[in-house]
């Protein structure tokens, strides 16, 4: 599913829509959802998703859940 693919901005190559690998979503303090991984290039990439596409992502097993 092409809904589930999370993806960043790769803030040191300056890439939009960076597919993300090795995702773990996380909660914040406040409550948001957070996606955190790589782009294979050994780049850190970090999003801020909404609860919907985050527990898409997580039944979809794009993404681990990290709370």
């Given amino acids: 599913m092409s ?3 999370l993806t960043a901005y ?3 190559t300056k ?3 960076v ?3 090795d995702a773990v ?3 914040t303090a406040k409550g948001a959802y957070m996606a955190q991984g790589h782009d294979g290039k050994g780049n850190k990439l ?3 998703l909404g609860e919907a596409k985050a527990l898409a992502a997580i039944q979809a097993g794009t993404a681990k859940q990290g709370w």
């Fill in 25 to 27: 979503i996380t909660k």
């Fill in 3 to 5: 809904d589930t693919t």
């Fill in 15 to 17: 890439e939009k829509n």
């Fill in 46 to 48: 970090t999003t801020l």
């Fill in 10 to 12: 790769n803030v040191k």
């Fill in 19 to 21: 597919p993300i690998q």
